[in-house]
């Protein structure tokens, strides 16, 4: 039967050191020191990402090629490696027989899961010339009475540790840790941090260690300032944090809901303060309920490391017989002799193999290297953490193949196959990662798998990705990096934000897009959250300024070409800079900022209205005819008559009917005062030809001065319709420019006065070729003519099978009697004929 003493009956020459003390003493640092001044070593670390990190250091230090890594489910194991880095669980009982030998959180050997383990290397693994045991100086007594030849040393923290109090989320110093004890907890509270601060790192026994990994990164390099995990923060992650803060001070620890032990705690708030920084602790206020709070008694044992020591070890025999099942199952639990000692809680390997013992696929389990492998295989970790009854039946089928022999390579690259799947959620990713650490854990046997080598570089490449999934969905989900970076800075100077904006506008900082800047007006990015809209504002508002001024400045000294005037204001890149508001009497408007202009700083505003003004004064030119209309209108040797006259045409913008002008009152004294300054008494209208072309009638719109509908170009004829565009004439269904329908009805009564030079009754032949080239329909050019009072007579047709020329149609001119005509004696008929075409050509 197995020595149940054996840590007794171990005479070990070698020097045996305990250094014990609470977190932030140096004591990993001082075992790597010593373990690189000797000529091989191994430490053993309890979990896998301590054991990477330390496998980093020491390879810088002694090079790739003399150091090792070995853990349940990653071996990198060079030929000549003399210097091993271990989990606890995959460290060789022996040590490697290597010089020194160090066992990292020697406590652990009270933890009721892993405790045997780590109570087994304690007792039975040391170096040929120096073993070293670090933890918790609560281990102290027991390491006196099992390992009396050990020299004890304690070691104090570098820095202090200091109470608090409660802190709401909100209030929480910047580089802190959030201690939770369910996932649910530690979501809901990253979310939170995610809406106020910028997001958190997540850190849970259940990621993997490459995704703690890169959590962690993500809090070190500063990208966020927040990291909330589980109490897996406390076994040795170093980690730069000023405060711990307790979101809760219970757990589930397999069996009941308890209250943390002080030296749970204080393994959990020594992660707070590194090296000869100070660090604090305490609960997180604001929850549903009551905050947690910490005992007198807690806080004192914390801040002054006292704990009341541990009383016993759990053990389990380390060398069981492997004669049958039964003999196995005996040993595994038989409790231990030594008082100090108390036989471990059943683990999952045992409760696997007492469950599978009893099933029919242990029936060939009968030679004691069968024994000895079916334990192996029940020893499997059940990494997906669903239960005994799922992890037993897992190994089972597990167990099928083993006991014939190898996992084929195929079958093997098929399960890898099927997880190799980096879509889901983070629960689903978590699932496939828990998986995949199963059959990574599987490939490194060197008796259980064919082309055993390959497998396992497929296992770690497809947990590499899968933990880069899942780092990359806990990122998305729980660190808004534009919120952390705004958070940082907007306590800053206003100088020193890192606002940039680019040539389309856009707004960025550090390289997060906050939002766009629409001519001088910010615009919060679309995509922004309601929440962290009124923060995206205030960082713009803060430093924006600054920037749109040297923008504006840049602006002003350019030639303006983007800049338009439209719709009663000047625009750029189709957003408003200024309105313009016109006086009575005057053409040159006066310019409006709006309010991000008059938000600018006083000299870029000042530089940019000037340039804008000199602006508008340039495009303005076009509507000098306008402006001289109005200089007239406002001259005192313009009578009465004629300053009405004017204003008509002001406010027709250019033009006016006869029938509205009012021109029966303006004496004709004043025609050549009018005509001076650009006006054309035409037969159906007065007008200022200059204001009719496109140039001037465009700006005009533009200007909002004319809100009538216009053409592209102002062309010569449009179709007609109730609403038509300034500077038009209805002609039937179409519409002509009123200096085009002028040029087209003065043709027409040079016909007929040449035609009716001796009789005023004769009917003449007029030629529609002008009106038709400006593009009227024949049709509608009958029409125009007709307001003017030409009236046609169509000739008749020949009759039909007569040959010879057709016969034109003939044209009088019957004028409307005007008011005064209606009022005034009659005129002879030969002189009121050439009155009237002088007063048309007048």
């Known amino acids: 039967m197995p020595n149940r003493r054996c840590h007794l009956g171990l005479v070990q020459d070698s020097a045996i050191k305990a250094v014990l003390g609470p977190t932030n003493t140096g004591k990993t640092h001082l075992a790597i020191e010593r373990m690189c001044g000797h000529s091989s070593g191994c430490m053993g670390f309890p979990l896998r990402l301590l054991a990477r990190e330390v496998y980093d250091r020491v390879r810088a230090i002694k090079g790739d090629a003399q150091v090792a890594l070995i853990t349940g489910e990653e071996r990198i194991e060079p030929k000549n490696a003399r210097y091993l880095c271990c989990t606890v669980e995959a460290m060789p009982r022996d040590g490697a027989n290597a010089a020194f030998v160090a066992l990292d959180e020697a406590q652990l050997a009270a933890d009721r899961e892993r405790g045997h383990i780590f109570t087994d290397r304690l007792l039975n693994t040391r170096g040929r010339e120096e073993t070293m045991l670090l933890g918790s100086a609560t281990v102290a007594p027991l390491v006196r009475e099992l390992v009396p030849e050990a020299e004890i040393s304690d070691r104090p923290r570098f820095s202090t540790l200091t109470h608090i109090g ?5 209030r929480l110093p910047p580089r802190s840790a959030i201690v939770a004890f369910s996932a649910d907890q530690v979501y809901a509270v990253a979310e939170m941090l995610r809406r106020f601060r910028g997001g958190a790192a997540v850190v849970m026994g259940a990621l993997s260690p490459e995704t703690r990994n890169k959590q962690v990164a993500l809090f070190q390099s500063g990208e966020v300032d927040y990291i909330v995990a589980t109490d897996a923060i406390g076994m040795g992650l170093n980690l730069d944090v000023n405060h711990v803060a307790f979101a809760g001070l219970t757990k589930f620890d397999g069996v009941r809901q308890r209250r943390l032990l002080p030296a749970e705690m204080a393994q959990i708030a020594g992660r707070a303060g590194r090296h000869q920084r100070d660090g604090t602790f305490g609960t997180l206020a604001g929850q549903r309920g009551p905050a947690p709070e910490f005992t007198e008694e807690e806080i004192y044992a914390i801040e002054e490391h006292r704990f009341a020591p541990l009383t016993h070890l759990f053990w389990r025999e380390p060398e069981p017989r492997y004669d049958n099942l039964a003999t196995l199952i005996a040993d595994l639990e038989a409790p231990p002799l030594d008082p100090v000692l108390r036989l471990a809680p059943e683990a999952i390997d045992l409760a696997t193999v007492k469950r599978l013992a009893e099933e029919p696929v242990s029936a060939n389990v009968r030679t004691p290297g069968m024994v000895r492998r079916f334990w192996e295989a029940c020893s499997l970790p059940d990494f997906r953490q669903r239960g005994p009854d799922v992890h037993a039946r897992f190994v089972a089928r597990l167990w099928q193949d083993l006991s014939e022999g190898y996992l084929g390579a195929d079958y093997v690259a098929a399960r890898i196959s099927e997880l190799d799947n980096m879509a889901g959620d983070i629960d689903t990713l978590q699932g496939r990662i828990a998986a995949i650490r199963s059959w990574a854990y599987i490939c490194q046997r060197p008796d259980w798998v064919l082309a055993r080598d390959e497998m396992a570089s497929r296992s770690r490449a497809v947990e590499a990705k899968l933990s880069d999934a899942l780092h990359a969905r806990l990122t998305e989900r729980f660190v808004n990096r534009r919120t952390a970076i705004l958070m940082k800075s907007l306590g800053e100077d206003a100088g020193m934000l890192p606002i940039e904006l680019g040539e389309d506008g856009s707004v960025t900082v550090d390289g997060e897009h906050l939002g766009k800047v629409e001519g001088f007006r910010f615009v919060v990015d679309s995509g922004a959250r309601h929440e962290d809209r ?6 713009a508002e803060k430093s924006l300024p600054r920037i749109l001024g040297e923008q504006a400045k840049a602006l002003a000294a350019s030639d303006m070409a983007d800049v338009e005037i439209a719709r009663g204001a000047l625009r750029w890149r189709g957003e408003e800079l200024a309105r313009l508001e016109f006086r009575d009497g005057t053409v ?5 900022p709006t309010r991000e202009v008059s938000a600018l700083p006083e000299a870029a505003r000042t530089t940019l209205l000037a340039a804008l003004q000199a602006l508008v004064a340039a495009r303005l030119a076009p509507l000098e005819a306008l402006e001289k209309l109005h200089a007239a209108a406002r001259d005192p040797e313009a009578g009465s008559q004629a300053r009405a006259l004017l204003l008509n045409i002001i406010a027709g913008h250019g033009f006016v009917s006869r029938e509205r002008a009012g021109i029966e009152h303006l004496p004709k004294e004043m025609r050549p005062f009018l005509r001076k300054i650009g006006v054309t008494f035409g037969a159906l209208d007065i007008f200022a030809p200059a204001l009719l072309k496109p140039a001037p009638r465009q700006l005009l719109a533009s200007l909002g001065i004319d809100r009538r509908p216009l053409q592209d170009g102002m062309l010569p004829v449009i179709a007609g319709g109730k609403r038509l565009p300034s500077g038009y004439r209805p002609a039937g269904d179409q519409a002509i420019r009123v200096d085009l329908a002028e040029k087209i009805l003065r043709a027409a009564h040079e016909v007929r006065a040449k035609a009716q030079a001796k009789d005023r009754r004769r009917k003449f032949v007029l030629d529609l070729s002008l009106p038709i080239s400006i593009g009227l329909e024949e049709k509608n050019a009958v029409r125009l003519l007709g307001s003017a009072g030409f009236r046609v007579q169509h000739a008749r047709k020949l009759p039909e099978g007569a040959f010879g020329p057709a016969r034109p149609d003939l ?31 007048r």
């Open 588 to 592: 040159t408007p006066i310019l409006q």
């Open 811 to 841: 044209w009088e001119w019957r004028p409307a009697r005007r008011k005064q005509e209606r009022q005034a004696p009659a005129a002879p008929r030969e002189g009121s004929a050439f009155a009237a075409l002088a007063d048309l050509m």
């Open 534 to 539: 009124r923060m995206l504002l205030a960082a």
């Open 166 to 170: 409660p802190r709401k989320l909100s």
